[in-house]
């Protein structure tokens, strides 16, 4: 590896060593691109999906082909055309669905009330006892039928963030660390 910006090896200050071995800090999850069946039919539900939740849009196409991506301060979630037909399955390999985070459990109320006047189906916002005592969330599916999730942050969430730099073991780091019991 290269000496480059931020030290040694080109790694930030965040990089962490444990135990002889440096790690790289993941800092966020910064774009996925969904493939969809149908471009103007997708567009439309996204576009609301994403105003709903204050992203912005933008349309410029990659390498010939439509894109749309919808983007806020911290991610990106772009659709393209699908290049085969098959309907997406969740439990094939592959995307099972995927997560939004707001702060708080009216937020993900407001986003179910928002939701349906979009005219989507979402679930009833609830709490998920199974995932963690405290997490409340609602889903809906897109117009291929890819899940989506919206949670409220839970205590397990803000433990790891207000946490992170006492977080030393690999496996369990929460547990070990004395923070939380194990299941």
Same mark, same amino acid.
């Given at each position: 590896? /290269?000496?480059?910006?931020?030290?040694?090896?080109?790694?930030?200050? $965040?990089?962490?060593?444990?135990? @002889?071995?440096?790690?790289?800090?993941?800092?966020?999850?910064?774009?996925?691109?969904?493939?969809?069946? @149908?471009?103007?039919?997708?567009?439309?539900?996204?576009?609301? =999906?994403?105003?709903?939740?204050?992203?912005?849009?933008?349309?410029?196409?990659?390498?010939?082909?439509?894109?749309?991506?919808?983007?806020? +301060?911290?991610?990106?979630?772009? &659709?393209?055309?699908?290049?085969?037909?098959?309907?997406? !399955?969740?439990?094939?390999?592959?995307?099972?669905?995927?997560?939004?985070?707001?702060?708080?459990?009216?937020?993900? !109320? /407001? =986003?179910?009330?928002?939701? +349906?006047?979009?005219?989507?189906?979402?679930? /009833?916002?609830?709490?998920?006892? /199974?995932?963690?005592?405290?997490?409340?969330?609602?889903?809906?599916? @897109?117009?291929?039928?890819?899940?989506?999730?919206?949670?409220?942050?839970?205590?397990?969430?803000?433990?790891? $963030?207000?946490?992170?730099?006492?977080? @030393?073991?690999?496996?369990?780091?929460?547990?070990?660390?004395?923070? &939380?019991?194990?299941?």
């Amino acid at each position: 590896m /290269q000496s480059g910006a931020g030290g040694p090896g080109g790694l930030s200050s $965040r990089g962490r060593t444990v135990a @002889d071995q440096t790690t790289i800090e993941t800092v966020g999850l910064d774009h996925f691109y969904l493939s969809v069946s @149908d471009m103007a039919a997708s567009e439309r539900f996204y576009d609301g =999906v994403m105003r709903l939740l204050g992203f912005k849009k933008g349309t410029n196409p990659i390498a010939g082909e439509p894109h749309v991506h919808y983007y806020n +301060r911290t991610m990106q979630i772009t &659709l393209r055309p699908a290049r085969s037909g098959t309907e997406h !399955d969740a439990y094939r390999p592959g995307l099972h669905h995927f997560c939004m985070r707001v702060m708080t459990t009216d937020e993900v !109320d /407001q =986003v179910t009330t928002g939701l +349906r006047g979009l005219g989507i189906r979402p679930s /009833q916002p609830r709490h998920y006892p /199974q995932y963690d005592p405290d997490y409340y969330a609602v889903f809906f599916e @897109d117009p291929d039928g890819i899940r989506i999730e919206v949670v409220a942050e839970f205590r397990r969430r803000r433990l790891i $963030r207000d946490n992170w730099d006492k977080l @030393d073991e690999f496996e369990d780091p929460l547990v070990k660390a004395g923070l &939380l019991e194990k299941d």
